[in-house]
C-alpha cells in the first residue's frame, strides 16, 4: 500500500517553474522527474489570458492561464483561484512591458 501511494503520488506529479529572459518566457515542466523546457519569444506570446472555470462548472474555482503562441494555444498553468490567475497575469504583463 504504501509502494502504491508512493507511485500514485510520483504519477500525479507535475511542476511548472516560470522564468523570464530579457527576451522570452521560460517555461520549465516536471513530470514523474523528468524535465523539460519551453522557451517562447515575448515578440510572439499574445493574448494572455484567464480562462475558467474548468470542466464548465460555474461553481469551481479552478482556472487557467493561458497565452497564444503562433497558432497553438500554450496552457501555462492551471488548477488556480481566478484573483491567482489574474495575478499571474498582471505580472507576467508587468514584466513584459519593463524588459
Do not use: H, W
Request: glycine share 8%.
Amino acid at each position: 500500500i504504501i509502494a502504491l501511494t508512493g507511485l500514485i503520488g510520483l504519477c500525479l506529479t507535475n511542476t511548472v517553474k516560470v522564468t523570464r529572459t530579457p527576451q522570452a518566457l521560460v517555461l520549465m515542466r516536471s513530470f514523474l522527474g523528468i524535465p523539460r523546457r519551453e522557451q517562447f519569444g515575448f515578440a510572439d506570446v499574445r493574448n494572455i489570458r484567464v480562462y475558467g472555470p474548468l470542466r464548465n462548472n460555474k461553481n469551481s474555482r479552478k482556472f487557467r492561464v493561458l497565452f497564444d503562441y503562433g497558432d497553438e494555444t500554450i496552457t501555462l498553468a492551471e488548477g488556480m483561484t481566478q484573483p491567482m490567475a489574474n495575478l499571474i497575469i498582471e505580472k507576467l504583463m508587468t514584466e513584459r512591458l519593463t524588459t
